[in-house]
Nanobody
Framework: QVQLEESGGGLVQAGDSLRLSCAASGRTFSGWSMAWFRQAPGNEREFVAAITWSGGSTNYADSMKGRFTISRDNAKNTVYLQMNSLKPEDTAVYYC????????????????WGQGTQVTVSS
């Protein structure tokens, strides 16, 4: 059983930065991928970024590339999402996910999910 817990969200102004953390507890398996998704009210859950647990390969949604950076610390069983130059349209609940599909961009491919952390960006 794997449990994921996000933290680091909050209320910021446009142009600010945030670093989200996703702490994984329980067993973590090599070859798995970790990902960040986000969902704004009334919108579909959308892919943000993914990283492989072992090799650190990454995949980003085109709209996030350049501003967001996903990373991981295997020793701490933690995945991070560094968000820079935040915009109001980044406002959403950000979810951490884990699964065996390599760098999957589809939410259904992930079987473990955190409860989400709210990111609100004011203009």
């Amino acid at each position: 059983q794997v449990q994921l817990e996000e933290s680091g969200g909050g209320l910021v102004q446009a142009g600010d930065s945030l670093r989200l953390s996703c702490a994984a507890s329980g067993r973590t398996f090599s070859g798995w991928s970790m990902a960040w998704f986000r969902q704004a009210p009334g919108n579909e859950r959308e892919f943000v970024a993914a990283i492989t647990w072992s090799g650190g390969s990454t995949n980003y949604a085109d709209s996030m590339k350049g501003r967001f950076t996903i990373s991981r610390d295997n020793a701490k069983n933690t995945v991070y999402l560094q968000m820079n130059s935040l915009k109001p349209e980044d406002t959403a609940v950000y979810y951490c996910a884990a699964g065996r599909w390599s760098l999957a961009t589809i939410a259904a491919r992930y079987v473990y999910w955190g409860q989400g952390t709210q990111v609100t960006v004011s203009s």
